[in-house]
Each structure stands twice: as C-alpha cells, then as structure tokens.
C-alpha cells in the first residue's frame, strides 16, 4: 500500500512518446515507451519505493523520512514524485520541489567546468595544478588536475568530524586550510583514494585558470545553460529555503533524530549544493544533448582512469562507472532474491554511470543506464542516512517498460 503522504507530480511526457502523432517517424531503434507500459512501470515503481519504507519504518520505530524521485527516458523527464515526510514533527510532505542535500553528486555537477576550460586553452588538465593555484604549498611530488578529479592525486580524505564542520567559510580558498598543509598519502597515479578535499581544491584550480569565481561559474556555464532552477550552493545568506529537515537513523533507539546542524560552504565542488531530483535529471539531459559539453568531451569523461600499474578505478573525470552492480548490491538488502535477479537481468550488457552523494542527514543516487541508441537515468533523494536504495529497481523498470515496447514493432 502506498503511503498516505506520498505526493504524485505524474507523469511529464511529450506527445511523441506515448503516440504516433509525431511529425517524424521515429528510426527503427529509437527509444519508446507506450502509454501502458509506461503506467505499469510507474505503479512498479511505487511498489519499490513502499518497500523501501517497509524498511525504514521496521528500523525506526514505525516513522519514516521522506524521498524524492525522478526519471528521464528518450531524452524526457517522464516521471517526478514525492513520498513520505519533508519534516516528520510536522508532518510536512515531500514535493518533487523539496530541496535535499546533494552531497557527493556536486562533483558530477562540477565536471564541465572542466572541459570547458580546457576547450577554451585555459586549462591543462595534465599540468601541475599550482601552474594554476600557486597559493598552494608545494608537497613532495607534483599532481595534475586530472588526478584531483580521478582521485589519484594523493590529497587525503575527511579525518575525525571533518565531514561535520558547521564552519562558515566565504570563498573557495578559505576551505582549503584544513588539508593544505598536511602531506600526500601516496604518490600521484599509483594509486586511487577517494577525497572530496581534492575536489575543494580542484574547485580553486579553475577558479585560477579561468579568473572567475567558480559559484557564478557554475551558475553561468552549468545551471543556466541546463535550465537548473532549483540547485543552490549551501552556508550562502541566499540560499532558500524549502530544504528537508534532515535526519539519522539511531540504531540504538531505534527511531529518527535530527542531524546535527553543519555549513558545507567548505565543499561546494564536492557536496555543498542542494537540489531536486528532478534538476538533476535536467543537467544530465544537458550532458546528453551537448548542451554542456562536446559529445566526444561526455564520452571520454565517463572512461575509467588507471593506476600506474594499469589496474582501472572505475572513475572518470567526476563519474563514477560501472554502478549498477554496487546499487544491486545495497537493493539486495531490502528486496527479495527473485525481484533482484528481474532487476539485474533488465541491465544485462547496458553501461552505467553517475555518482552516489551522502551528506549529513540525506543520501542521493543520480545513475544513468545506456544501451546502443539511448540512456535512462534515475535520481532520488532522501533526507536520512538510510539512502533510496530503490533507485536502481525503479531504473529497471522504465528500461523494461522501453524494452517492451521496442519487442513489439
């Protein structure tokens, strides 16, 4: 049964998907979906996020926080929702233009500044970063901003309550004094260590390269041209308001205590923005069409980089590849054997992609699935440490719901 709080946008759908009243005959292996498969891939996708916060309720006591979820397919946002609670205490819907933290996913976000100072011969993603950032004090070898966004740089990760700081910081440099002068933990290439400190400082690099501030960058050269209305950088006095309150699962009572309050103005490129799901599917729809980037730019971002000694990380320049398997993983732990296995057999020889993003009090999937002639891509959003684990099963079943379609031609 769903729950009484969800809220439902519907579906968002262009007249060329669900009739033949197109001007142009679609080629014999473009996307499709059908009016009745597209409903029957929505009403299954219901029944995932139900039981998810079958879940949630067994762990916290019967409460329950709230998610956000939305789906493009055949270059269309087909699907948004809302489910659960923006504020528990009161009983405050989750709309699908509830505001949650996007955590991690800021690095994705980031990417195109990248190619785009590099397509403008400002930035040489090869070239030692302080050729760019000289402020910053030189260690023992030098790195590149290539291995900044790769994580092979050898910049160190949170330490201790790092990742809670409530700290204020006014720019992008100012952030940096917390990891600036501490050492590499490995030489750069030879191996691969996630570290958002290294996204901060890859942040400060472009802002060197390019000699503008990288917010009113990512406004401009991201947002804007994406038609991101509803993705703002966190700890501004003009951030709006309209967020969750955020929560965490306590184990020991067994119920939802508030988060503890923090400023992610230390990390905007690598998680300081709050978002919509549905915002985020329009900045993938932007990667896709060329709006941001070149299409052989989007290309070579998604390939894996590799360590000196050859071995792949399974991450691009911002994105991680290869996700399904890790999100089939984390469904297995709410969903039976049977309905994982129909999931994992809809991705059978399809390539993934996109980033997971957890900050305090919310969790967020943004995952793309692609075949030969087109992508799908799912993002969700929850305001608790217990993340939307059914991002990757509702994915599945608008890729059936096209599969189908296309079967019967």
């Known amino acids: 049964m769903l729950l009484p709080t969800k809220i439902l946008a519907g579906s ?10 197109c001007a142009v005959e679609p080629e014999l292996n473009a996307c499709r979906l059908d009016e009745v498969a597209l409903s029957d891939a929505i009403a299954r996708s219901e029944a995932w996020v139900d039981g998810y916060f079958s879940l949630v309720e067994t762990l916290a006591g019967g409460e329950h926080h709230g998610t956000s979820v939305a789906v493009s397919a055949c270059g269309q946002i087909v699907w948004q929702a ?55 004090p030189p260690k023992e070898h030098e790195f590149s901003t290539r291995q900044l966004a790769g994580h092979t ?46 996204w901060n400082l890859l942040s400060a690099v ?17 947002f804007d041209p994406a038609g991101m209305d509803s993705t703002f950088a966190e700890g501004r006095a003009d951030t709006p308001g309209g967020q969750v ?5 306590d184990q020991e009572g067994q119920a939802m205590v508030v988060a503890p309050p923090v400023n992610n103005s230390i990390k905007w490129a690598s998680g300081g923005f709050v978002s919509t799901p549905t915002d985020l599917l329009r900045f993938g729809l932007a990667m896709e069409d060329g709006t941001l980037v070149s299409p052989e730019a989007y290309e070579a971002m998604r390939e894996t980089m590799h360590t000196a000694d050859g071995a792949a990380t399974n991450y691009g320049l911002g994105w991680a590849i290869d996700m399904i398997p ?7 732990q709410i969903y039976s054997e049977e309905d994982v296995a129909r999931t994992t057999a809809i991705f059978d020889g399809m390539i993934s992609y996109g980033h997971t993003g957890g ?4 969790t967020t999937v943004f995952l793309s699935a692609q075949d030969d002639d087109t992508t799908f891509t799912v993002a969700a959003m929850s305001n608790s440490g217990i993340g939307p684990a059914y991002a990757v099963s509702v994915l599945g079943e608008f890729v059936a719901a096209s599969q189908a379609a296309r079967a019967v031609e």
């Open 12 to 21: 968002v759908l262009s007249v060329c998907l669900l009739s033949s009243a």
């Open 82 to 136: 809302g489910f659960g609670f923006a504020d528990i205490e009161a009983q405050t819907p989750v709309t699908i233009d509830t505001l949650f933290r996007a955590g991690s996913v800021a690095k994705t976000l980031t990417s195109p500044l990248l190619v785009q100072a590099e397509a403008r011969g400002e930035l040489d993603l090869d070239a030692d970063i302080r050729t760019y950032f000289p402020a910053f």
């Open 153 to 198: 740089a050898g910049i160190r990760h949170y330490w201790g309550d790092e990742f809670a700081s409530n700290v204020a910081y006014e720019t992008v440099s100012d952030g940096l004094v917390i990891f600036q002068d501490d050492p590499l933990e490995f030489e750069p290439g030879t191996q691969y260590s996630y570290s958002s400190y290294g």
């Open 206 to 222: 472009v802002e060197g390269a390019t000699g503008r501030d990288y917010l009113e960058l990512m406004q401009t050269d991201v």
């Open 245 to 249: 309150t955020y929560y965490l699962y």
């Open 326 to 332: 890790r999100q089939l993983q984390r469904t297995a």
């Open 359 to 362: 900050s305090m009090g919310s």
